[in-house]
């Protein structure tokens, strides 16, 4: 895991990280869209930083992004969403959840209704496609992530970040089929790793979401 951990992964010593070929883009790239989110995230960063829960929030967000960018590496290589990453991952969105629970003026009889009605949203789609499919189109990391992922975003942002897979996931699945398939002439039984998407549409809708909404409502 240490080989897809960024910024850790630079020091792993094997045929594919050596000194010689470290800051290759290939090799820094993860950690470049890592510390652009981070700087996007602080300039517009809902709460803002006026008290030290927010500056506290902020601070768990980054190792969310951090856990996010680290959950997408690992998929590209294993194509698995492991449990190692998914767990503590799930810790600190509740610990986050939490601390926005006890921010002054937080309803939070209201966060509660909209935390569940995300992880029934986000959590039960993947869900609903792996039992019909018997794990055949996604795994139970998918399954797993979207619970999380609804958690973190909570109802409307759940629906936005639904949606916004739905566009990626079409457009990578033309791509497959009318570049990428006959060009490496792939595999019928080919995946896609999910979770670049999932990591990817939970990040703009966090930072996002709610600003686009407010565009069309």
Same mark, same amino acid.
């Given at each position: 895991m240490l080989e897809t951990t960024p910024f850790i992964r630079w020091f792993q010593h094997n045929k594919h990280h050596t000194h010689k070929n470290v800051l290759t883009w290939r090799n820094i790239?993860?950690?470049?869209?890592?510390?652009?989110?981070?700087i996007i995230s602080a300039f517009y960063w809902p709460q803002g930083f006026k008290t030290k829960g927010d500056i506290f929030t902020f601070s768990l967000w980054v190792i969310i992004v951090f856990l996010l960018v680290w959950l997408a590496l690992n998929n590209l290589k294993t194509m698995m969403l492991l449990d190692a990453?998914?767990?503590?991952?799930?810790?600190?969105?509740?610990v986050y959840q939490i601390v926005v629970a006890m921010q002054?003026?937080?309803?939070?009889?209201?966060?509660?209704?909209?935390?569940?009605?995300?992880? *029934?949203?986000?959590?039960?789609?993947? *869900?609903?496609?792996?039992?019909?499919?018997?794990?055949?189109?996604?795994?139970?990391?998918?399954?797993?992530?979207?619970?999380?992922?609804?958690?973190? *975003?909570?109802?409307s942002l759940s629906w936005f970040c639904l949606i916004l897979q739905i566009i990626t996931l079409t457009l990578a699945f033309l791509a497959y089929v009318l570049v990428i398939n006959k060009v490496k002439k792939l595999s019928p039984t080919t995946h896609l790793a999910s979770g670049i998407f999932w990591s990817s549409t939970i990040i703009i809708s966090?930072?996002?979401g709610q600003d686009i909404i407010n565009l069309f409502v």
């Open positions: 790239y993860a950690e470049a869209i890592y510390v652009i989110v981070i990453l998914l767990k503590p991952l799930l810790v600190i969105v509740i002054p003026n937080q309803n939070v009889g209201s966060l509660v209704v909209n935390m569940i009605g995300g992880t *029934l949203l986000l959590g039960g789609v993947p *869900l609903v496609f792996y039992v019909f499919s018997r794990g055949k189109w996604l795994g139970f990391g998918d399954v797993k992530l979207g619970f999380i992922a609804g958690l973190l *975003l909570g109802w966090m930072i996002f």
